[in-house]
């Protein structure tokens, strides 16, 4: 295992569908969807880690796995 996966491995965590069913949705998906593309912006602005990237969301797309599987 390589120094770089060994780093990363203490922070993946693997759940079965069952268990991910049975969490409880904290996302507040009322206020993500209220919020506009320029508090978006001004909100990547803001943060240091993201200040000063571009960010073209015009092609951007949701692309879920399918673990090959097609969904019905």
């Known amino acids: 295992m390589s120094a770089e996966k060994r780093a990363l491995a203490p922070r993946l965590v693997r759940y079965t569908d069952a268990q ?3 969490m409880s ?3 507040d ?3 993500a969807e209220a ?3 320029e508090q978006i912006d001004a909100a990547m ?3 240091p880690d993201e200040a000063g990237m571009i960010v073209d969301r015009s092609t951007a797309s949701i692309d879920l796995p399918t673990n090959g599987r097609e969904r019905a």
């Open 20 to 22: 991910l069913r049975a």
């Open 35 to 37: 919020t506009t593309e």
């Open 29 to 31: 998906w009322k206020r």
């Open 25 to 27: 949705d904290e996302s």
């Open 45 to 47: 602005a803001s943060d």
